[in-house]
């Protein structure tokens, strides 16, 4: 598998990942969505408000569209989790067309990263494609081991890519349309 085609699984990966974790998180019962948790954030609305705000900061700088750190300060949280789950959708959307449309010369292709006071920062799409992909299952690890101390069994979340699996996955792989390319 080439560089390409590694970050076009990994957008959907990421996709289907979001996908079995907000169903999970939309089975909570009531308050347990905003109770305070034992993580990085102290709940798991606030770590899934994370991710959201952080992949809306770097999709901006992978994709130059000029907003910078306002991607993330301006960022303002969802307290309903369905409404969450749809932007999510919705950015997991935009990160796999960005990814589809990538070629192998392009993962060299330097990016300005805004770091607002801190400056301003050239970054390779590649390693800011690795970063991006990296705090998104750092945080989703945080927010399913919260999980844990509900009522709702936290969802497998490494049945993705290996053929083994396929059978664990194919529903939801159709369901989503993320069939490999």
Not at 9 to 37: I, K, Q, Y
Not at 76 to 81: G, I, L, N, R, S
Not at 104 to 126: S, Y
Request: proline letters at 4%.
């Amino acid at each position: 598998m080439d560089l390409a085609a590694h970050n076009r699984m990994m957008a959907r990966n990421n996709r289907w990942s979001n996908d079995r974790l907000f169903r999970a998180v939309l089975a909570l019962g009531p308050g347990e969505f905003h109770a305070a948790r034992t993580s990085f954030f102290p709940s798991i609305a606030r770590t899934l408000n994370h991710i959201l705000a952080i992949d809306r900061y770097y999709f901006d700088a992978l994709t130059e569209g000029g907003i910078g750190p306002a991607a993330f300060y301006g960022f303002v949280e969802f307290d309903d989790p369905q409404a969450l789950s749809d932007a999510q959708a919705e950015q997991d959307g935009a990160l796999i067309a960005f990814c589809d449309g990538l070629s192998a010369d392009d993962f060299a292709w330097r990016v300005v990263t805004d770091r607002g006071e801190a400056g301003k920062f050239p970054e390779r799409i590649g390693d800011l494609l690795a970063h991006l992909f990296l705090h998104q299952i750092h945080h989703r690890g945080q927010a399913h081991a919260m999980l844990a101390g509900t009522g709702v069994k936290p969802p497998q979340l490494d049945e993705f890519f290996l053929d083994f699996d396929a059978a664990l996955r194919r529903d939801e792989v159709e369901r989503l349309g993320l069939e490999r390319r």
